[in-house]
Nanobody, 114 residues
Framework: QVQLVESGGGLVQPGGSLTLSCVTS????????MRWYRQAPGKEREFVAL???????TYPNNKKGRFTISRDNAKATVYLQMDDLKPEDTAVYYC????????WGQGTQVTVSS
């Protein structure tokens, strides 16, 4: 059974940092490209970053920005380091991969507010 469990979200002040984790099971993690998405209230789900099975990251418009994706194949976990957070980063963050169908975690809430 495929499982993706995100954690690490919370309330943070503007300019702060958070690291999200997505612990996975039920498939060969090391073979899969993994992605992070986010969805803000009233908006469509938005691509944040992906990392290949070989640990090559890709970001929207090929621009890294303030977020860094990484993975630990031994722990079957993908991470999203988020720095210099802004109120517009407030959203539910999801990890994802595609293996015949899209698999999603339950999401973790990130709220950036003073």
């Amino acid at each position: 059974q495929v499982q993706l469990v995100e954690s690490g979200g919370g309330l943070v002040q503007p300019g702060g940092s958070l690291t999200l984790s997505c612990v996975t099971s039920g498939f060969h993690f090391g073979d899969q490209m993994m992605r992070w998405y986010r969805q803000a209230p009233g908006k469509e789900r938005e691509f944040v970053a992906l990392i290949s099975s070989g640990s090559t990251p890709t970001y929207p418009n090929n621009k890294k920005g303030r977020f860094t994706i990484s993975r630990d194949n031994a722990k079957a976990t993908v991470y999203l380091q988020m720095d210099d957070l802004k109120p517009e980063d407030t959203a539910v963050y999801y990890c994802n991969f595609f293996w015949g169908t899209n698999y999603w975690g339950q999401g973790t809430q990130v709220t950036v507010s003073s």
